[in-house]
T-cell receptor
Framework: DAKTTQPTSMDCAEGRAANLPCNHS???????VYWYRQIHSQGPQYIIH???NNETNEMASLIITEDRKSSTLILPHATLRDTAVYYC????????????????FGKGITLSVRP | GAVVSQHPSRVICKSGTSVKIECRSL??????MFWYRQFPKQSLMLMAT?????????EQGVEKDKFLINHASLTLSTLTVTSAHPEDSSFYIC???????????FGPGTRLLVL
């Protein structure tokens, strides 16, 4: 699976949008971009994923560049409860023959939301 | 939907004893379940992948005789840490996916402390 790079940390003010960047310059055509977050001492929580189109759900929006080499997770109105480590992971999907389902976690980006 | 539970949430045991951790997908059938381990201030590391009714596939460096995995049904996988030692103390997390290469959903984790 392609590797991702994320900044180590960032912070934002409560109520403002949090934009979390991720680089995945070696992503392959059949690899999806997944975002998970882990709040302290809990299991990771699925946020969103996409292949090439931008995606939005009740938690966040995912913006993927046209060349797919980077993406941004947007939390539109950050709250204190959004403070967590956010992981950007690329992984094959869609029933790709012969590929495995592994998720490889990097160090992620620590988002701190301040009051 | 897509809820995964783990039991127990935390366990303390004596060195040399065995501990069993259960992972259940509550509202879906999981073709594949995964077991991860996370040490303090580190990221999640995949230990093994298990498919219902077949032997688990272990990652390099993970002792299959020490970490026994049973995936007896489409909603239950168990991890048994045999002859536990203090260095096995860690946060153990499972995940499950509905279909091959579909989204993985994580359990809340089990904190193991071996004295």
């Amino acid at each position: 699976d392609a590797k991702t790079t994320q900044p180590t940390s960032m912070d934002c003010a409560e109520g403002r949008a949090a934009n979390l960047p991720c680089n995945h310059s070696t992503i392959s055509g059949n690899e999806y971009v997944y975002w998970y977050r882990q709040i302290h001492s809990q299991g990771p929580q699925y946020i969103i994923h996409g292949l090439k189109n931008n995606e939005t759900n009740e938690m966040a929006s995912l913006i993927i560049t046209e060349d797919r080499k980077s993406s941004t997770l947007i939390l539109p109105h950050a709250t204190l409860r959004d403070t967590a480590v956010y992981y950007c992971i690329v992984r094959v999907g869609g029933g790709t023959t012969g590929a495995n389902s592994k998720l490889t976690f990097g160090k992620g980006i620590t988002l701190s939301v301040r009051p | 939907g897509a809820v995964v539970s783990q039991h127990p949430s935390r366990v303390i045991c004596k060195s040399g004893t065995s501990v069993k951790i259960e992972c259940r997908s509550l509202d879906f059938q999981a073709t594949t379940m995964f077991w991860y381990r996370q040490f303090p201030k580190q990221s999640l590391m995949l230990m093994a992948t298990s498919n219902e009714g077949s032997k688990a596939t272990y990652e390099q460096g993970v002792e299959k005789d020490k970490f026994l995995i049973n995936h007896a049904s489409l909603t239950l996988s168990t991890l048994t840490v045999t002859s536990a030692h203090p260095e096995d103390s860690s946060f153990y997390i499972c995940s499950a996916e509905r279909g091959v290469q579909e989204t993985q959903y994580f359990g809340p984790g089990t904190r193991l402390l071996v004295l």
